[in-house]
C-alpha cells in the first residue's frame, strides 16, 4: 500500500517568531483585559488614565497591567497630573511606552537593551521591604505598602538622559525624595543617603554571569541636598501604570539632571551617612564615572562624547540628534548645588 | 605532472567562491532587511554600528582561522577563500566606520578629529582599520608579486589588527565582558597555534 508522505512544511509557511510572540502578547493582554473587566479595581488604574482624566499620558490602550499586589490599586487611584510648566513636566515628545520598556539598562538582567525587558519575569517585587538604616531618628525594616502609605502620588514628565548619548522623555508617577526622607528624621550627621537595587540571583541573569565585572549589589549614592532637591523623585509607575521590573520595580529614584546610571532601580536599602558612599560605577571606572555624574556637555565620557545626545526613538530616516544641556536642562533648580564645585574635576 | 596540475587546479572555477562571496553578504543582507522593516530598534544607529563592528572582528576571525583550518585538515579550499573573507572583513570595517562618521557624527570633522585623537577605544579601532586598508590595498595577486618577502611581512600585521579589535569592543564594553573574553579565546587559539607550530618547526 502507498502511504502518502505529507509534503515537508514550506518555510514560507511557518509563522516569523516576531509574529506568534505578538499574537501571544495580544492574546494575553486581551485575556487580562477581559479578567480586568470583570474584576473592575484591576483596570481601574488604567481605565482611569484612559479616560482622559488630566494625566498628561497613559499606557497604551488594551494593556492591563496587574499590580504586584492587592493595596496597590487604591495607590493609583488619585494621581496628581503633572502642571503644565517646567520643570516637573515638558512638552517635548514623549517617548513611547513601547520604547520606555523594552529599550533599558538594568545590567542584572543582562548586558543587552533588551534583556530587562525579556529575562525580568521571574523577579518578584512582593513582598517587598525597604531598609533604612545610618544617621536617621527613625531606622528599621518597612514594608513597602507602609513607606508609601502617607505619599500621595503625582505624575513627572522628565527627560532622562543616559550616559551613552541617548535620551528619552518618560511621564513618571511617584512622589518627592525629600518627602519620604523628612519622616525618617536624618540626623545633622546625614550627608549624604546610599541607595542599594535587590538582588535575586534566580531571577537576575546578570548577576549570575561569570563575565560581569559589577560587584553586585548595584549601589548609588546623593548628596543629601541633593536627595532633598523638589526634583528629586522616587518613581513607583509610568504611564500612568506601575512599573516593569525592567524599569525598576516597584520602586525607583529618578534624578533627572543626572545621567541616567544614577537614577538606581529596585532600590531595597536606603542608607544615611557622614560620609560620602562608594557607588557602582565609580568603584568600577573612576576616571569614567563619577560620584555627581551631572549632565555636562562640555565634560566628555572617556568613551562617549556629552555634547550632543540622540532622541529616542529614532529611525534611520528621522533622526533626532539634539544638544545635551548642562544639568540636563535643569540648571535653574540644580545649580545652586554646585556653585563651589569644579564641575570638570568632580564629573 | 604535478606542476601542471597546480596552476589549472588553483584557477579551476568552482561554485566554492561563489558560495563564500554570497554567505559573506549576508550579514549585509540582514542589516538592509532589518532597515527596510524599521526592526533596528529605538536607537538604529547605534544598533548598526554595533552590528557592522561585530562583523568586521567576526570576519577578521574567520580569515586568520582559515591556515590552521588548512594545516589540520590539508584540504586547499580553505586557503583559497582566505583574501575573499579578509577582504570581507575590511568591507565590514568600512561600513562600520562610515556609519560612524556619518550616522552617530554627522560629518561633523572637528568632532571628528577630536574622537580619534582622545578616545583611546577609537584609536585603536582605527589603526585597525588603517592596516586593514593596508592590508586590502596589497592584496591583489599583482601586488603579491612584485612585493616579494615584504608582503608576507606586510601582512603579518594582521595579527595586531585583529588584536586591536579585540581591545577596541572590550573598552566599549560597559560591564559582563563575555562576548570579548569569546572573541579573545578565540583569537588566542589562532594565534597560539601559528606561535607553537613556528616553535615546534
Sequence with gaps: MLIKKPADIQPSEITPESVYRRRREFMRDGAMLAAGAMLSPLAAPVALAQQGDALKAAAPAGLTRTPPAPWWEGKFEHVQPAPSEEPFYTNESLTPYEDVTRYNNFYEFGMDKSDPHNRSGEFRTEPWSVEIS?????????????????????????????????????????????????????TSRARYVEFETAIQRDAMPGVRSRFSIIDWPYREGLRIDEAM?????????????????????????????????????????????????NTSWNDLQPNEYGFYANVNPAVHHPRWRQDTERRLPQTLFSRQVIPTRLFNGYGEQVAHLYKDLDLARHY | MAKAVGPSARTRPGPLKPAVFSLSLLPLAWLV????????????????????????????????????????????????????????????????????????LAFRWSAIGEELLERPYISVGFVSLLILIALGATSPKAMVRRMGRNWKRLHRLVYPAAILGVVHLTWILRTDVGEAALYGAILAILLGHRLWRHLTR
Excluded at chain 1, 513627572?156 to 528619552?168: I, Q, T
Excluded at chain 1, 516593569?244 to 536606603?270: D, E, H, T
Aim: net charge positive; aromatic share 14%.
Design chain 1, 134 to 186: 545610618g544617621e536617621v531618628g527613625k531606622p528599621g525594616t518597612y514594608h513597602l505598602e507602609d513607606i508609601l502609605k502617607p505619599h500621595d502620588l503625582e505624575e513627572r514628565v522628565y527627560r532622562l538622559r543616559c550616559v551613552e548619548a541617548w535620551s528619552m522623555v518618560i511621564p513618571w508617577i511617584g512622589f518627592p525624595l525629600a518627602d519620604l526622607i523628612k519622616r525618617f528624621e536624618p
Design chain 1, 229 to 277: 532637591n523638589e526634583l528629586a523623585f522616587l518613581a513607583v509607575g509610568l504611564y500612568g501604570s506601575y512599573l516593569p521590573a525592567q524599569n525598576g520595580a516597584p520602586i525607583r529614584l529618578v534624578v533627572p539632571w543626572k545621567y541616567g546610571f544614577k537614577s538606581i532601580k529596585s532600590i531595597v536599602r536606603m542608607n544615611f551617612r557622614e560620609t560620602q558612599p
Design chain 2, 33 to 104: 532587511w532589518r532597515i527596510a522593516g524599521n526592526d533596528l530598534g529605538p536607537d538604529p544607529v547605534q544598533e548598526l554600528a554595533t552590528a557592522t563592528g561585530e562583523w568586521t572582528l567576526r570576519f577578521l576571525l574567520i580569515t586568520l582561522s582559515l591556515t590552521p583550518l588548512r594545516q589540520l585538515s590539508g584540504r586547499i579550499e580553505f586557503v583559497r577563500v582566505r583574501r575573499m573573507v579578509g577582504l570581507f572583513a575590511l568591507f565590514y570595517a568600512c561600513l562600520h566606520f562610515f556609519i560612524w562618521m556619518s550616522l552617530l
